[in-house]
C-alpha cells in the first residue's frame, strides 16, 4: 500500500501542475477564469463506520476497535480550472471503545474532479494521506490512508457550494492487506473568487452618438422618442436602452469605475477599465 499511495501522491502533484501551467496559458479571458484569490475553505460533517479489521503499523496493541462516530472535517481547495482542484483535507472522529472515548484523525491531500462547470455536477474525489489513532486503547499509532469518495455539488451562486459525498477510508487491516471504512458526509465550500466574464459574454460595442437632454429633441415626433428603462435618455440615444443609468448617455455605472454595469464583469467593485471593471 505505501508503494501505491507515494504513487498516487507523484500522479496527484504532476496532475495539479500540468492544470494550473495549462491555465496560466489560457490567460484571463479564457472561459472559466476567476477573479480573485482561486481558493475554497470547506467545511464537512458526516459519519465514519470504522471497519472490524481496522489496524495501525505494527502488531495490533488491542484486540478493541474503535466503533463508528461522527466525523467532522476542515478543507482547503485550490481551483486549478473549472473540472480540477487540488484539495488539503484534515479531520476527526469521535469513535468509541467500549465506554472510552478514541480520536481518529485523518489527513489526506487529492484531487477533486468535477465534469461539468454547472450549478449542479457530479463530484469525484481520490487522495491519499495519514491517519493517527490518539485517544483510546492503541493510541499512539498511525498508518498510511487511501480515501476515495463519489457524490455532487450544487453551486450556490457566487458564495460557495453544497457538497454530498459518500466515500471510503482504506488504511491497513489485521488479517486482509486493506480495511475499508465506509464514510458519508455533508459538506460546504466558501469561494474566495468570482467568475471572470469573458469577451464572449459582454454586448457589442456601440458607436458614440451624441446625447441629447432627457425628453424629445425639438422637432421629433412623440413615438419616436421611446424611453424604455425610463432613465430619461430617449433609445435613440440611449447606449444601454435596457438598464436604467444616471450617467448621460443612460448608462448605470454603480461602483463609479467608468465601467459601464452591462460590460462591467464586476459591478460591485470598483476596478480597472483594461481588467473589464474588475480590480486587480
Excluded at 495490533?60 to 476497535?65: C, E, S, T
Excluded at 471503545?97 to 468535477?114: E, F, K, Q, S
Excluded at 454547472?118 to 487511501?146: K, S, Y
Excluded at 460557495?160 to 487491516?173: H, K, M, P, S, Y
Aim: hydrophobic share 45%.
Amino acid at each position: 500500500m505505501r508503494t501505491f499511495l507515494i504513487t498516487l501522491l507523484a500522479c496527484t502533484a504532476a496532475a495539479a501542475h500540468s492544470a494550473a501551467r495549462a491555465a496560466d496559458l489560457a490567460g484571463p479571458d479564457a472561459p472559466g477564469g476567476v477573479v480573485g484569490l482561486p481558493l475554497r475553505l470547506g467545511v464537512s460533517f458526516g459519519w465514519h463506520w470504522t471497519a472490524a479489521d481496522y489496524d495501525v503499523i505494527g502488531e495490533r496493541r488491542d484486540d478493541r476497535v474503535p466503533g463508528a462516530g461522527p466525523l467532522f472535517g476542515l478543507r482547503l481547495g485550490l481551483r486549478l480550472n473549472p473540472i480540477v482542484s487540488f484539495e488539503l483535507e484534515a479531520g476527526a472522529v469521535a469513535a468509541a471503545i467500549d465506554d472510552g472515548p478514541a480520536w481518529l484523525l485523518p489527513a489526506r491531500v487529492g484531487l477533486a474532479l468535477r465534469p461539468l462547470d454547472a450549478i449542479v455536477t457530479p463530484l469525484l474525489t481520490l487522495g491519499g494521506g495519514l491517519v493517527a489513532h490518539v485517544g483510546g486503547p492503541g493510541r499512539g499509532d498511525a498508518d498510511l490512508l487511501l480515501a476515495a469518495s463519489a457524490g455532487v455539488e450544487i453551486a450556490l451562486g457566487e458564495i460557495g457550494a453544497l457538497r454530498l459525498e459518500g466515500g471510503v477510508f482504506a488504511t491497513d487491516a489485521v488479517e486482509a492487506t486493506l480495511s475499508w471504512s465506509p464514510v458519508a458526509t455533508l459538506g460546504f465550500d466558501f469561494f474566495l473568487w468570482r467568475k471572470r466574464a469573458t469577451r464572449a459574454d459582454e454586448p457589442p460595442p456601440w458607436e458614440p452618438r451624441p446625447i441629447p437632454v432627457a425628453g424629445c429633441p425639438p422637432g421629433v415626433a412623440a413615438g419616436l422618442c421611446a424611453d424604455s428603462d425610463h432613465d430619461g435618455v430617449i433609445d435613440a440615444f440611449d447606449h444601454c436602452p435596457a438598464h436604467a443609468g444616471r450617467r448621460a448617455d443612460g448608462c448605470p455605472d454603480p461602483d463609479g469605475d467608468g465601467v459601464v454595469a452591462p460590460r462591467d464583469a464586476c459591478p460591485r467593485d470598483r476596478g480597472q477599465a483594461s481588467d473589464w471593471g474588475c480590480p486587480r
